[in-house]
Every structure is written in structure tokens, then in C-alpha cells.
């Protein structure tokens, strides 16, 4: 079965700061993989989507790359700010419904 | 504004009692989803329904159930079977046109206590 882990649980940074969040998955047999933040109390916000075919993908300050190869994908964030603070998720997908999710890197950026 | 709506946002609730939470969506997609999500756990699959009048259990659907009555809605039913129902609940809703490009969007999420 497939398993995602998110290392580390957390991670506090100073403002402006380039960071990098990683994420690993045991099967290599998946479809795509997606990036989420979670805000305390609230819902999932989808920040990147990379197929299984692509090597990365950019938004704004935030750029994943994935290598399926060897299970694992980084999130990127350029010049961060307090505003990133929040909870970061990625789940892979291996099947139409089969969305794994791993448990998560809290973000703590300080002013 | 298109989105995914979930009521209530707390719901308290005695043990022994069903309860239903709401899930309504207005981006016009065709699947639907309930997830669990538990302090130190990732999100885990209740139910999950491709087109209406049909659903499917996902990963930890004993004590759940669910109906589609509507493309629109997939209320999730917390019955007194559920043995740890205390949770917050994401709904998700996608397009799923294609596995490849199947991006989830969640709603707010709904946190029930049981007491």
C-alpha cells in the first residue's frame, strides 16, 4: 500500500527565507501528485498539481518538482513570508479515486 | 462565487445519535468525496461517489454512509456505529475527466465532537 511521509513535521524559518519542504512515496506508480496548504481549523487549499509525466511545476513564489524515480517530491517557497505560515500536505494519486495523503510539515515563518 | 460549501462548521452531538453533515457544491463536478482527518494522521478516504445515484467506499467507511441524490450534494451520515467519530471532516469534489489531471478542491470542513 502506498505510504507518503512528510519530513520534517515542522520547521520554523525567518521571514524572507528560501525553504524547501520534502515529501516521499513508496509506490513510483502513481498518476499525479498534488501540493496543499491547510490553514488551523480550515480546509485544503490545492497549491500544484504535477502529472507523473513533468519534472515540476510554478506558481508565483512556489515551485514542486517531482522524480518519481526514486519517490519523491520538494516544495519550493521563494522569499518567504509570515502569510506562508500554515500547514503543508502533499498526496499522491494512484488510482480515479485513490488519493494518498501524507501527514504534513507545519510552517512557522517569524517577522 | 463557485466553491464547495460544508454546514456546519462545529457540530456537537451526544453519543448514540446520527448525525449529517452537508456538503454542496456549485462547480459543476461530476465526483465527490469525504475525508477523515485525525491530529498526526493523514487525510483517510470514507466514501466517494463518481456520478449520481452511485458511491463507492473508500479506505474507512464502516460507520459512514452517504447518498447522491444530486450532483450537487453528497450529505456524509455519522451513525452511532462509528466507533470513534470524533473528527474533522473535508469534503472534496473534481472534475475527474482524467485520472491524470483529477485536482481535488475541498471545502472548509466540518468539525464534529462526540461526547
Known amino acids: 500500500k502506498q505510504e507518503v511521509t512528510q519530513i520534517p513535521a515542522a520547521l520554523s524559518v525567518p521571514e524572507g527565507e528560501n525553504l524547501v519542504l520534502n515529501c516521499s512515496f513508496t509506490d513510483s506508480a502513481i498518476y499525479n501528485l498534488q501540493w496543499f496548504r491547510q490553514d488551523p481549523g480550515k480546509g485544503l487549499t490545492s497549491l500544484l498539481l504535477?502529472?507523473?509525466?513533468?519534472r515540476e511545476q510554478t506558481s508565483g513564489r512556489l515551485n514542486a518538482s517531482l522524480d518519481k524515480s526514486s519517490g519523491r517530491s520538494t516544495l519550493y517557497i521563494a522569499a518567504s513570508q509570515p502569510g506562508d505560515s500554515a500547514t503543508y500536505l502533499c498526496?499522491?494519486?494512484?488510482?480515479?479515486?485513490?488519493?494518498?495523503f501524507g501527514t504534513g510539515t507545519r510552517l512557522t515563518v517569524i517577522p | 462565487d463557485g466553491g464547495i460549501t460544508q454546514s456546519p462548521k462545529y457540530l456537537f452531538r451526544k453519543e448514540g445519535q446520527n448525525v449529517t453533515l452537508s456538503c454542496e457544491q456549485n462547480l459543476n463536478h461530476d465526483a465527490m468525496y469525504w475525508y477523515r482527518q485525525d491530529p498526526g494522521q493523514g487525510l483517510r478516504l470514507i466514501y466517494y461517489s463518481q456520478i449520481v445515484n452511485d458511491f463507492q467506499k473508500g479506505d474507512i467507511a464502516e460507520g459512514y454512509s452517504v447518498s447522491r441524490e444530486k450532483k450537487e450534494s453528497f450529505p456524509l451520515t455519522v451513525t452511532s456505529a462509528q466507533k470513534n467519530p470524533t473528527a474533522f471532516y473535508l469534503c472534496a469534489s473534481s472534475l475527474a475527466r482524467t485520472v491524470r489531471w483529477n485536482e481535488q478542491y475541498f471545502g472548509p470542513g466540518t468539525r464534529l465532537t462526540v461526547t
Open positions: 504535477i502529472q507523473s509525466s513533468q
Open positions: 498526496a499522491v494519486q494512484t488510482g480515479a479515486n485513490n488519493l494518498f
